[in-house]
């Protein structure tokens, strides 16, 4: 079974604090993403990854940047957090193509 | 990305089919329709994919018209369990990646 781990199911940070999520995935999957979830708005792209070192923007980057120096890990930073990142972010994984993307447990982040 | 528009909203009694109509008028002739479920604090979960006609799982079926603007999810006697999100997603490969939007789904409440 394909397994995607987040590093935190919950998390609250301040504003202007910066914040790092973790994303790892054991299936030697090619591309990994980034999305958050809001009610309302369902599930928006903030940035995916095909390769190592490799990044593209997604629907939303602005105020996120992102990191993948292991091709089973990709990094969510939030360089100053802000409230209105208050939010579920979501982690997936896929391999290359039309194959289908294999979601993490979320971590609701809070910023207060 | 062709823009997809589902149901906000249905219910249905346990036991009964339910189809779930999807529209997308400018879908792209490499593009694929994708379907996942959402449950309640999880990712979503992919359930099936297809270019035209049917494609059948062990989980749901999928129907898409010769025109393909349209097409239909459906669950062969639905249990409680079916309770969930469901998401239409129409895209294409792009490069190694099948370049996908979220929409803000389906939610579908089954009923005993």
């Known amino acids: 079974d394909v397994k995607v781990t987040q590093s935190s199911r919950y998390l609250v940070k301040r504003t202007g604090e910066k914040v790092f999520l973790e994303c790892v995935q054991d299936m030697d999957h090619e591309n990994m993403f980034w999305y958050r979830q809001d009610p309302g708005l369902g599930l928006r792209l903030i940035y995916f990854?095909?390769?190592?070192?490799?990044?593209e923007k997604g629907d939303i980057p602005e105020g996120y940047s992102v990191s993948r120096e292991k091709k089973e890990r990709f990094s969510l930073i939030l360089e100053s957090a802000s409230t209105n990142q208050t939010s579920m972010y979501l982690c997936?994984?896929?391999?290359?193509?039309?194959?289908?993307?294999?979601f993490g447990p979320g971590t609701r982040l809070t910023v207060t | 990305l062709a823009k997809t528009t589902q149901p906000i909203s249905m219910d249905s009694y346990e036991g009964q089919e339910v189809n779930i109509t999807c529209s997308h008028n400018n879908i792209a002739t490499n593009d694929y329709i994708t379907w996942y479920q959402q449950f309640p604090s999880q990712g979503p979960r992919f359930i099936i994919q297809g270019y035209k006609t049917k494609v059948t799982n062990e989980v749901a079926s999928l129907f898409i018209p010769a025109d393909r603007k349209s097409s239909t999810l459906s669950l062969p006697r639905v249990s409680l369990s079916d309770t969930a999100v469901y998401y239409c997603l129409v895209g294409g490969p792009s490069g190694g990646y099948q370049k996908v939007t979220f929409g803000t789904g389906t939610k579908l409440q089954v009923i005993p």
């Open positions: 997936a994984s896929g391999q290359g193509g039309l194959y289908e993307q294999y």
């Open positions: 990854s095909y390769d190592v070192k490799m990044k």
